[in-house]
Each structure stands twice: as C-alpha cells, then as structure tokens.
C-alpha cells in the first residue's frame, strides 16, 4: 500500500487545543497540508504549561510527535541574558525570539527527526529560520517558513513599547532579527505570510525571499449565526501574556472603560483567556464591572453572551484571529486599525476607533442599538465564510503554492542556495 509522503512541522509547542493565535494558525496548516495529501508529524521543542502529560498525549492522539525536551519556564542568570544581548549586537545570526530554544542544541533535534520520520517537506516557524542553513546540509527536501509575524517589523514594533535603557534588550533583539531574516530567509523554498502588508514588509528587508500570502483562517462553526448579544456585556478574548495583547488591555481599562461606566449602568466587561501578568491582574481586580474568567474550555456561552467583542490593539505584527474568530461567531467587532491590519474589509462588518473616546462611542453605539449589532454580525459572518475559512483558504494555497505539487515525497528540485 502506498504511502502518503509526510510533512513535518516544527513548532514551540503543541497546538492541540488552539489557546492563542499561533495555536489556531498552527493547527490551520496541520489542516491545509492534511488537505494536500500529507501525512502530518510535529516536532516540539516544549510541552504545554497548561495541560497535563495525560491531556496533551489526547489532544495529539493519531499525530507522530517528537519532542526536544526543553524545560517550560526556563529562565536563564543575568549575566547570560547579557552576553545573549551582546552577542546581537555583535553579529550573531539567530533569531532571538528563539532564544530560549538554545538549551534543546535545536538544530541537532530537528536533524534527528528528519532522519528519523524522512518527510517531503518542512514546515518551521520563522523563529527558527537560523536553523536553515544546517537542515539544507542533510535534508534535500522542500523547506518551507511560516511567518505567523513578520518578525523584523515585529521586534520594530516592541522597540516602541519602551522608553530609556528599558529599549536596549529591544534594540539588541531587533538586530538579531533583522539579521537572521536576511541572512536565512532566502534559503526557503517559500515563506508564508499572513497578508499582504507583512508580505511586503518581509520583501522590503529580504527582496530575494519567495514569498506567498497564505491568510489565517479558522473552521467553520456548526450553524452559524449572527449573535446580538446581551445588552451591557463587553468581551476581551486574548492570550494576556503576550505583551501587545496585555498593554491594549491596560490602555481600555484605563481611558475607554470609566467612560463607558459613566454612560452604561451595570455595564460589564469579561476578560477570557491565560497568562494575565500581575500588574493587569491587579489593574483589572479593582475596575469596575470587569470579570476575570482566565482559561476556559469553551467560548461558546461568552459568545452568547457579548453584545460586543472588544479587541484593543496598538501595537503588533501579524494579524488577530481574535477577530476572525469573533466573525466566525456572527459578532460586532469594535477594534483599531492596528487590529484589523491584515484582514480583509467590508463596509460595516467591524467598527475601527484609534482614540479612547472614539473606542469608548463605537462600543456604546453597539450597546445601544441591538439589531445594528446583529447586522454587522451577518455581515462579519459572511465575510469571513467568503475569505478566512479553511476551505477558502485550501483552495487558494493548492493553486498558489509549489508543496501542491509534492506527490510521494518527491517532486520539487530544491530552490534553496
């Protein structure tokens, strides 16, 4: 019996169940390659901080899995993130949003795998784009990066988030990046972007890359429908440890909702999801109507609930599947520019605000006018099962993109120089 030729994903950790944004896009290329005739593996560097060694053996139950071993919650001394940082500025070539990596010695574990499982193709995270040059040693297979961010305008974007000495660990990272992204992504035989604007923004730094917009997406859900809502409940729906999802937060809590306080008796706003830093733990513990639910198994009955789906983004790269999970759901979205960057656009599928007051009229608009609300989650609906489901997004990829044309583990001559 023939078999099916592999690919192979190496990504930080388990996508299985999808708890933030990187998740969700991990496990829509599990999909779309699974769609193209592949038989899926991963290599892990980490085990999931969240589930039990019982919880995500089911959650990866059927999917051949290798695991490098590295330790969640590593932290390192001082004087090594120190000479970590020197290094940047010196000339090293790795992508220091890998850092935490080095320990697992990355390269030498991806090696052993691919040896091991013989795939026709590798899928990696741009995170570990550095490892490129050694896998191209011994793999002569297709390469392909996933750019869930594009990284260099990422590391610009935190650069930004901090003032004074606080920016030289930023500066010093933005450098490794940009290295490493110029370095290595020519290497790849194609590099997946989420847009157009970050696919432009990885030509700019790297002209050489072949690069191909592959969007993020989301299944669809069982009946959907537009969803009005409750009248006074606002939703937040974010993995809070990551810092731009944090600091967008912080900024609502604190020029968008004592405006809305005043304005809305018994107004609520439901924080969902992990990871909370203390300093947003104790923000949000002493604001008035917030609720902080954390993890949860299911966001069905939050979605019920909200009249509307707040998403406070100032800062980032990428794009927020945050949001087209909200669209998928059928609700009225208030966000930034920043927040819908990325993402397709149709007149009145989503409200756009960048000032705290003009945050705080869209999302008392909302409030005020149940079937505006649910108007604009038809149309949020019909936007995203027209663009951003995975059956659209499968179809565009099978015509746009060369692993299409991988069949038993051969095909492509490799590009890579």
């Not at 009229?361 to 604009?376: G, N």
Request: hydrophobic letters at 40%; glycine letters at 8%.
């Amino acid at each position: 019996m023939q078999m099916n030729p592999r690919a192979l994903l190496l990504l930080p950790e388990s996508p299985y169940p999808p708890r933030c944004g990187n998740a969700l896009r991990d496990t829509q290329q599990i999909y779309l390659l699974r769609e193209m005739g592949f038989d899926v593996c991963l290599a892990l560097m980490m085990h999931r901080h969240d589930l039990t060694p019982d919880e995500e053996t089911q959650g990866l139950a059927g999917i051949t899995t290798r695991y490098a071993g590295v330790q969640t919650g590593f932290r390192e001394s001082l004087a090594a993130t120190l000479w970590r940082k020197v290094s940047y500025v010196l000339g090293s070539d790795r992508n220091a949003f890998a850092w935490w990596t080095e320990q697992a010695k990355p390269a030498s574990f991806l090696a052993r795998v691919v040896a091991d499982l013989d795939p026709a193709v590798v899928v990696m995270r741009s995170l570990f784009v550095h490892l490129l040059p050694e896998l191209g040693r011994t793999f002569p297979g297709m390469v392909i990066v996933d750019c869930h961010d594009a990284d260099v305008h990422l590391a610009e974007e935190m650069v930004k988030t901090v003032s004074g000495l606080r920016k030289l660990g930023p500066w010093a990272n933005l450098q490794a990046v940009r290295r490493a992204c110029r370095a290595h992504l020519p290497q790849a035989d194609e590099v997946w972007a989420v847009s157009d604007q970050d696919a432009e923004r990885i030509r700019r730094g790297v002209p050489t890359a072949r690069i191909l917009v592959v969007p993020s997406g989301l299944e669809q859900v069982p009946e959907p429908r537009a969803r009005s809502g409750a009248d006074r409940t606002v939703m937040i729906v974010a993995n809070y440890g990551y810092g731009p999802n944090a600091r967008g937060v912080e900024w609502l809590l604190a020029n968008v909702w004592p405006a809305l306080c005043q304005s809305i008796a018994g107004i609520c706003l439901d924080l969902v999801g992990g990871r909370m830093p203390q300093q947003l733990q104790r923000l949000a513990s002493k604001t008035p109507g917030v609720r902080i639910h954390g993890l949860v198994p299911s966001l069905d009955s939050f979605y019920e609930q909200a009249g509307v789906v707040a998403v406070p983004i100032l800062e980032g790269s990428g794009t927020r599947l945050k949001i087209v999970d909200a669209w998928r759901h059928g609700k009225a979205v208030v966000t930034t520019t920043k927040g819908v960057e990325g993402l397709p656009a149709r007149d009145g599928a989503f409200a756009v605000a960048d000032t705290a007051s003009g945050f705080a009229e869209a999302i008392e608009t909302l409030l005020h006018q149940r079937e505006r609300r649910r108007e604009m989650g038809l149309k949020a609906l019909d936007l995203f099962r027209s663009t951003l489901s995975f059956e659209v997004i499968a179809e565009h990829l099978k015509r746009s993109s060369t692993v299409a044309n991988l069949e038993g583990g051969q095909g492509l001559t490799p590009s890579r120089t």
